[in-house]
């Protein structure tokens, strides 16, 4: 059974820099597109990001191109989003998801980790 869980969510002022990191456990990551979503209070969960299995093709959410960028480490099992010039609007709990291949519909992704929070203040 794969296992994702993500971390290095909190709170920060906007402006601000965070990365989340999601351990893959169960199999090795490289067998898995990894996707960053996130859910606002009373709102949908949205595509922010995936990346390919090696990690050659990237893909973002216009609301955060720019300013986010996903990575991984297979040898290590983890995924990374690392976030730069938060904004209020990014305030939201962000899940990984890994995946047979890269999307940006939620449903294509078989596996979920329990997200993590992230609050930016004004």
């Known amino acids: 059974q794969v296992q994702l869980v993500e971390s290095g969510g909190g709170l920060l002022q906007a402006g601000g820099s965070l990365r989340l990191s999601c351990a893959v456990s169960?199999?090795?990551?490289?067998?898995?597109?990894m996707g960053w979503f996130r859910q606002a209070p009373a709102k949908e969960r949205e595509f922010v990001a995936t990346?390919?299995?090696?990690?050659?093709?990237?893909y973002y959410a216009d609301s955060v191109k720019g300013r986010f960028t996903i990575s991984r480490d297979n040898a290590r099992n983890t995924v990374f989003l690392q976030m730069d010039s938060l904004k209020p609007e990014d305030t939201a709990v962000y899940y990984c998801?890994?995946?047979?291949?890269?999307?940006?519909?939620?449903?294509?992704?078989?596996?979920w980790g329990q997200g993590t929070q992230v609050t930016v203040s004004s």
């Open positions: 998801a890994a995946g047979n291949s890269p999307s940006y519909a939620s449903r294509d992704y078989n596996y």
């Open positions: 169960g199999r090795s990551s490289a067998w898995y597109a």
């Open positions: 990346i390919t299995q090696r990690g050659a093709s990237t």
